[in-house]
């Protein structure tokens, strides 16, 4: 479980997949979020569901997803929690997706399992985590023949999990997106302060004078 401190609340910003999700923690314990799948659209429904929140989501401290997953949905989500965190003079942590669903996975049920969510043009994000939440190897976008092949843990989740087990003949799925109300699932050894979007792959969209953004693959 998280091991932060008790009494702290925290407003968790999760958008970096097809699913928009946010929460309000103090300590472990939920006190109210939201969740949706939408693909698209995160810009417009992140705000309102932040403001659904109690006390409109004023926290102590806010952790956003930093990816890997959608380009647009990671800064959408990066720059509302670093927008807050300024209005509110509140420290700012971030989290890898693959963590938080390799937790949420974990909390249903023991053993290694690897993480399998759609990357971008028909690839897939991999990555394997052992049975403590800490990952094995980094995030990977391969194609879903070498996904397949690459992965060796018998349970795979993400969105992606049914797809890869029928693919590779064998194993257990579990499919699922991150959910900012399960933040609590995650041990506060997966959080950083170095709050960076971590895209898993090289993005499409470059930034002005043609840059491309770092693909961090943590």
Not at 53 to 81: E, H, K, N
Not at 105 to 130: I, K, M, Y
Not at 139 to 168: H, K, M
Request: glycine share 12%; charged share 20%; with cysteine.
């Amino acid at each position: 479980m998280n091991d932060g401190p008790v009494h702290v609340h925290t407003l968790v910003i999760d958008c970096a997949t097809e699913a928009c999700s946010t929460a309000l923690f103090d300590g472990d314990t939920l006190i109210a979020g939201d969740y949706a799948v939408l693909g698209r659209g995160h810009a417009e429904r992140l705000i309102p569901m932040v403001g659904q929140l109690p006390g409109r989501g004023r926290a102590d401290r806010i952790a956003v997803a930093l990816g890997p997953g959608s380009f647009t949905g990671i800064r959408v989500g990066l720059a509302a929690a670093r927008a807050l965190s300024v209005a509110w003079a509140v420290p700012l942590v971030g989290y890898h997706t693959h963590a938080l669903v390799a937790a949420q996975a974990l909390n249903d049920a023991g053993g290694p399992v690897a993480v399998c969510n759609t990357g971008g043009h028909g690839e897939w994000f991999v990555q394997s985590f052992g049975d403590d939440g800490a990952p094995l190897d980094a995030v990977r976008s391969l194609r879903p023949d070498d996904a397949a092949a690459a992965i060796a843990c018998e349970r795979v989740a993400g969105n992606q999990a049914e797809a890869l087990v029928a693919r590779r003949g064998s194993g257990t799925a579990m499919p699922m997106l991150p959910d900012a109300r399960r933040f609590c699932l995650l041990h506060a050894g997966r959080l950083t302060g170095d709050v960076r979007p971590a895209y898993g792959r090289v993005p499409d969209a470059k930034l002005p004078g043609g840059i491309e953004p770092p693909a961090l693959s943590r």
